[in-house]
């Protein structure tokens, strides 16, 4: 069974930083794209960054460029989002997931590129 487990959410305040984590078991997913997507109260999820399978190439939303940065640890099965100069715009819930298989580029930003999703981790940030 497949499991998107992810961690580090929390309280901050504006300015500070975040390091979440999305820990994958039940398969492995060397081979696949892996996301960060974000969920405000009263919004529809949006995309935040993706990476593809080797961690090459990496696409962010325009309200974290410069701020977040997504990578992957293939041999732990694992992603990370550093998040850094945190803003009250930014509290949300943050879902990982996981792309299907031979989807790259722009597509990634589409969540229903993803087949499977994690749990989410709260994140809040205090102005």
């Known amino acids: 069974q497949v499991q998107l487990v992810e961690s580090g959410g929390g309280l901050v305040q504006a300015g500070g930083s975040l390091r979440l984590s999305c820990a994958a078991s039940?398969?492995?997913?060397?081979?696949?794209?892996m996301g960060w997507f974000r969920q405000a109260p009263g919004k529809e999820r949006e995309f935040v960054a993706t990476i593809n399978w080797s961690g090459g190439s990496t696409y962010y939303a325009d309200s974290v460029k410069g701020r977040f940065t997504i990578s992957r640890d293939n041999a732990k099965n694992t992603a990370y989002l550093q998040m850094h100069s945190l803003k009250p715009e930014d509290t949300a819930v943050y879902y990982c997931?996981?792309?299907?298989?031979?989807?790259?580029?722009?597509?990634?930003?589409?969540?229903?590129?993803?087949?499977?999703w994690g749990q989410g981790t709260q994140v809040t940030v205090s102005s």
């Open positions: 039940g398969r492995t997913f060397s081979r696949n794209a």
């Open positions: 997931a996981v792309a299907s298989s031979y989807v790259t580029g722009i597509a990634l930003r589409d969540d229903r590129s993803y087949d499977y």
